[in-house]
């Protein structure tokens, strides 16, 4: 009698806690806590998205970090002028999207607002310096929302937290960010409208790294946006949430521009890079403008990159990082080349980058007899040389033979 009756009391007690754990909010403010969320799986599976950094600095659109001319101006330039000639009459989400989705790219990533406090959608805390009330007179942010997700793409919001030339914001700075005005009446709140209007998938946190989080409020928000906000389940975040949080905090780690480990890194991150390298704005004077029209050069790059792709995608969509990050190229390559390494269930992909080769020796994947090799793209399987124990790959001359699946390897 005793004995039946501990199962079914057992069963009650964790009914019980759990049915109090689902009353709780998950995530607590403070970083133990939003550090153990997962990392929703749709951005771990992405691989590649585009950023667009637009505002009415694309009218001067000049010098090195284009978007960062007001600051060098000074505050008491006619910077805000320039908004009457940001008409946006060549703005076309539609066709925008397409060549994003042709480029390969999962998740498209648009400025919502950079630090000179621009806003590009109608934000009540930003009367007559939003893309609505002047210039363009259209809500640039909903737009490219609805274009990018009618292609089947993630949408993501940039939000610049500080502003340079803001009266609050410096107030705030003055008083050794012990003020929070600034906070209180502008950043949360465009914040949470960000998120309830456009439903954002990812929030790419910038100009952060004046102040502490708690300045911020960033661990507030965070714990509203994982609980309860419209996307707790989908939506990722970068690092750039106060000035300590840089590669330490968020579902992935921007870290720094161009960041690239040079080892296996144990929490989601991102290389984040330009396509001018002087900038992330557009810049009319950019060098190669001189010989080719600007958006030739990206359309030609982002199909190019989209035409690979489109033939080797399979090594990069949904793989997961393999027990080697990478190695140098052995063997008979033209040139110093990386062999960067991928994995998805039980296949090994080996990819080529910075030069071809006819004959290529892997020392770290080690053979087995259920080797087999296959040239991704053109399906073509290839015998690795049985004489050798290590894994040395013939590659039919002159290919772009840049990606290779290993199956039954160690
Ligand atoms: C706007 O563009 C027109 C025509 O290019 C130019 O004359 C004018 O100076 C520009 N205004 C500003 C504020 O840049
Ligand atoms: C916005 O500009 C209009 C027209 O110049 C002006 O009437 C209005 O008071 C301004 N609103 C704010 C909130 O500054
Ligand atoms: C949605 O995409 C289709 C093509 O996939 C296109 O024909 C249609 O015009 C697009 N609609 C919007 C609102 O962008």
């Given at each position: 009698m005793r004995l039946t009756c501990i199962t079914p009391l057992s069963c009650l007690i964790s009914l019980l806690v759990w049915g109090c754990a689902g009353c709780t909010p998950r995530y607590s403010p403070d970083w133990t806590s939003l550090d153990k969320r997962p990392l929703p799986e749709w951005y771990d599976e992405a691989k590649l998205g585009i950023f667009i950094q637009w505002g009415v600095y694309s009218v001067p659109a000049s010098g090195k970090n284009a978007e960062w001319i007001w600051e060098r101006q000074g505050k008491n330039s006619n910077y805000q002028d320039y908004v009457s000639n940001f008409t946006a009459e060549s703005f076309d989400p539609k066709s925008w999207a397409e060549l994003f989705q042709a480029s390969g790219a999962r998740y498209v990533v648009f400025t919502a607002k950079h630090h000179d406090g621009f806003t590009n959608w109608p934000s009540a805390q930003s009367r007559n310096w939003s893309s609505v009330d002047v210039g363009p007179h259209r809500d640039l942010v909903g737009d490219m929302a609805s274009a990018v997700r009618n292609r089947s793409m993630h949408f993501g919001v940039g939000y610049s937290q500080f502003e340079w030339f803001n009266p609050d914001y410096l107030s705030d700075k003055d008083s050794g960010f012990k003020s929070q005005k600034f906070v209180d009446e502008k950043v949360i709140p465009q914040l949470r409208d960000l998120v309830i209007r456009y439903k954002p998938e990812l929030i790419w946190g910038n100009g952060y790294w004046e102040a502490p989080d708690t300045y911020w409020k960033s661990k507030d928000f965070l714990a509203w946006l994982y609980n309860s906000s419209p996307v707790k389940d989908e939506v990722v975040t970068n690092d750039g949430w106060g000035k300590d949080t840089s590669c330490k905090h968020g579902?992935?780690?921007?870290?720094?521009?161009?960041?690239?480990?040079?080892?296996?890194?144990?929490?989601?991150?991102?290389?984040?890079?330009?396509?001018?390298?002087?900038?992330?704005?557009?810049?009319?004077?950019?060098?190669?403008?001189?010989?080719?029209?600007?958006?030739?050069?990206?359309?030609?790059?982002?199909?190019?990159?989209?035409?690979?792709?489109?033939?080797?995608?399979?090594?990069?969509?949904?793989?997961?990082?393999?027990?080697?990050?990478?190695?140098?190229?052995?063997?008979?390559?033209?040139?110093?080349?990386t062999v960067w390494y991928t994995s998805k269930d039980d296949a090994v992909y080996a990819i080529i980058v910075g030069s071809t080769c006819t004959r290529l020796e892997l020392t770290e994947p080690k053979r087995t007899k259920d080797t087999k090799v296959t040239l991704v793209g053109k399906c073509i399987e290839i015998k690795p040389d049985d004489k050798s124990t290590d894994l040395i790959i013939p590659l039919p001359d002159n290919s772009n033979a840049w990606c290779l699946k290993l199956e039954g390897v160690e």
């Open positions: 579902d992935f780690y921007t870290c720094r521009v161009n960041y690239m480990p040079d080892k296996l890194v144990n929490h989601k991150w991102e290389r984040c890079q330009s396509i001018d390298k002087n900038s992330w704005g557009y810049r009319k004077d950019m060098q190669a403008s001189e010989v080719m029209d600007l958006s030739s050069i990206i359309n030609e790059r982002l199909k190019g990159l989209g035409g690979w792709l489109k033939a080797n995608g399979e090594a990069i969509y949904g793989s997961r990082p393999w027990k080697v990050q990478k190695e140098d190229c052995k063997g008979n390559c033209k040139g110093k080349c």
